[in-house]
C-alpha cells in the first residue's frame, strides 16, 4: 500500500533562519507531488507541485521554494523565514483520480 | 479563477442528527469534487470522491452529491456521532489542481 510521510512533525523556528521540510512517498512510482500549506482563516493554498524529477511548477510568488531530487521526495525550503510563512503544511500526492494527504508539518515562525 | 464556498463554517448539532454540509464553486469546468476530513493538527483524510460525470457517491453513513451545472455539491451525514467531530473540507479539481475551500467545522455533542 502507499504510504506517505512527513517530517518533522512540528518545527519552530526564528524568522530569518532557513527552512527543509521534507516529503517522502512508499508504494508508487513516479507520483505527482503537491506542498499545500493551510494559515489560519484562509484554507488550503497550493504552493508547488512536481509531476517528475527535478520537475517544479510554482502556483504563487512567495519566499519559499521546492526541489524534487528523487522519485519520491519532495522538499520545501527557505533561505530565510517570515513571519508570514507560519502554517500547517501539508504533503499531497495523486492517485488515479484523488489526491492523498501526509500528516502534515506544523511551522511556526518567532 | 475558481473559487470553493463552504456554509456553514461551523456547525454544531446533537448526536444522532442527520445534517448537511455544502460546497459552492464558481468555475464548473471541473473534473472531479472530493471532500476531505481534517482532525485538529492532523492531515487530510480523504471521505469521497466524486468524478464529473457522476451524481453521488456513498461510503457508509456519508452521501455527497454533485450538481455541477449548478456548481453545487452536498455531503450528508446521517446518524451523527461524536466520532464525526472535525473540519470537513471540499475541493475541486480542473485545469488547476485541487482548490479548497476553508471548511466547515462540524460538532457532535453527546
Known amino acids: 500500500s502507499q504510504t506517505i510521510h512527513q517530517w518533522p512533525a512540528t518545527l519552530v523556528q526564528p524568522v530569518g533562519s532557513p527552512l527543509s521540510l521534507e516529503c517522502t512517498v512508499e508504494?508508487?512510482?513516479?507520483?505527482?507531488l503537491y506542498w499545500y500549506r493551510q494559515a489560519a482563516g484562509r484554507g488550503l493554498q497550493l504552493l508547488f507541485y512536481s509531476v517528475g524529477i527535478g520537475q517544479i511548477s510554482s502556483e504563487v510568488p512567495q519566499n519559499l521554494s521546492a526541489s524534487r531530487p528523487q522519485d519520491r521526495q519532495f522538499i520545501l525550503s527557505s533561505k530565510k523565514l517570515l513571519l508570514s510563512d507560519s502554517g500547517f503544511y501539508l504533503c499531497?500526492?495523486?492517485?488515479?483520480?484523488?489526491?492523498?494527504f501526509g500528516p502534515g508539518t506544523r511551522l511556526t515562525v518567532l | 479563477k475558481q473559487e470553493v464556498t463552504q456554509i456553514p463554517a461551523a456547525l454544531s448539532v446533537p448526536e444522532g442528527e442527520n445534517l448537511v454540509l455544502n460546497c459552492s464553486f464558481t468555475d464548473s469546468a471541473i473534473y472531479n469534487l472530493q471532500w476531505f476530513r481534517q482532525d485538529p493538527g492532523k492531515g487530510l483524510t480523504s471521505l469521497l470522491l466524486i468524478q464529473s460525470s457522476q451524481r453521488e457517491q456513498t461510503s457508509g453513513r456519508l452521501n455527497a452529491s454533485l450538481d455541477k451545472s449548478s456548481g453545487r455539491s452536498t455531503l450528508y451525514i446521517a446518524a451523527s456521532q461524536p466520532g464525526d467531530s472535525a473540519t470537513y473540507l471540499c475541493?475541486?479539481?480542473?485545469?488547476?489542481?485541487?482548490?479548497f475551500g476553508k471548511g466547515t467545522r462540524l460538532s457532535v455533542i453527546a
Open positions: 499531497a500526492w495523486r492517485s488515479p483520480g484523488q489526491k492523498n
Open positions: 508504494g508508487t512510482s513516479n507520483p505527482n
Open positions: 475541493a475541486v479539481e480542473g485545469n488547476t489542481p485541487l482548490v
